[in-house]
């Protein structure tokens, strides 16, 4: 079998601890990092680790099911128990409510399944409810987002801007942010949109930090964007809330990488970013950017 990552499987075989059975693990072909040392661990590592936090933001690459199955699966754990979820997936003021039916129960509150692709999300919000966690919103409405994008961030409410105003982001970490909207555009986003996107992004990690902290201790579930400890989500915490403690951790896609080297380098692009990194393998999807530059 091919496996990701040939080095770091031999040392999570090799200090592998006992653990609940329906803990979740890395499969033959995935690797979980922390990132403070480079470290391949196994979960125990990480849920005794989101155990200490405040909040724990877990990441994802929106459209690989793999991920949500494995976030469901942390859900479950006692580490998280008793904690509040917050998710990029309903607008801030939103809660899901009571009801029988799972998606209704979604619709109610705001959710759009088309756009997130339902059922890709079912295992998160199913696993978030059936421990009886409170489910909220994060997100910045539709509406605000707009005004936020035409005005470039002067339309944002007071209070998400006076968490910005205490976390701002240096020249390096501004340039990051752009090339970072700029790649996920492929490259096809006009000069022009810049600002406004610069801003819409800030203006969403915003309201996350502020519903996060509304709701401690708290999950938050976003996608891998927000959960980022140099742009995102994390840094406004430590900037609002110098005290308290956020984990971070980044569900992401890579090919196998056989030689230590080239691993150890991989690992090093991501310091600073998380404090975790899960990498499973790469889901088959069309190319995004072919349908953006054709227009």
Same mark, same amino acid.
């Given at each position: 079998m091919t496996r990701l990552f040939a080095f770091a499987f031999t040392v999570l075989l090799n200090t592998y601890l006992p653990m609940a059975a329906a803990a979740p693990q890395a499969a033959a072909d995935e690797a979980l990092f922390r990132l403070s040392d480079s470290?391949?661990?196994n979960t125990q590592? /990480?849920? =005794? *680790?989101?155990?200490s936090a405040d909040a724990v933001l877990l990441g994802e690459i929106h459209d690989n099911p793999r991920h949500h199955a494995l976030r469901a699966q942390l859900l479950r754990e006692p580490a998280l128990k008793q904690r509040n979820v917050v998710v990029e997936y309903l607008d801030a003021?939103?809660?899901?409510?009571? +009801? *029988?039916k799972l998606l209704p129960r979604l619709e109610q509150a705001g959710f759009d399944a088309t756009g997130w692709q339902w059922p890709l999300h079912q295992p998160l919000f #199913?696993? #978030?409810?059936d421990q009886g966690m409170a489910v909220y919103g994060g997100n910045l409405p539709r509406d605000q987002t707009r005004a936020v994008f035409k005005s470039r961030g002067n339309n944002l409410g007071a209070a998400l801007q006076a968490l910005l105003l205490h976390a701002p /982001? =240096? *020249?390096d970490s501004l340039a990051a942010l752009r090339r970072e909207i700029d790649e996920g555009h492929c490259g096809a986003l006009p000069a022009m949109m810049f600002e406004g996107m610069m801003a819409v992004q800030r203006a969403r990690d915003a309201s $996350?930090? *502020?519903e996060v902290m509304q709701h401690l201790p708290a999950v938050l579930l976003s996608g891998n964007g927000h959960a980022w400890k140099h742009l995102g989500v994390p840094h406004i915490l430590a900037a609002n809330r110098? +005290? $308290?403690?956020?984990? =971070?951790?980044l569900f992401l896609e890579h090919g196998p990488i056989a030689d230590a080297t080239a691993q150890a380098e991989w690992l090093q692009n991501w310091q600073g970013k998380a404090d975790y990194v899960w990498v499973t393998p790469p889901v088959s999807r069309p190319d995004p950017c072919l349908s953006l530059q054709k227009k």
């Open positions: 470290a391949a661990v590592t /990480l849920l =005794s *680790d989101m155990q003021g939103q809660v899901v409510g009571a +009801g *029988d #199913a696993a #978030a409810l /982001l =240096s *020249d $996350m930090a *502020d110098p +005290g $308290m403690r956020s984990l =971070s951790v």
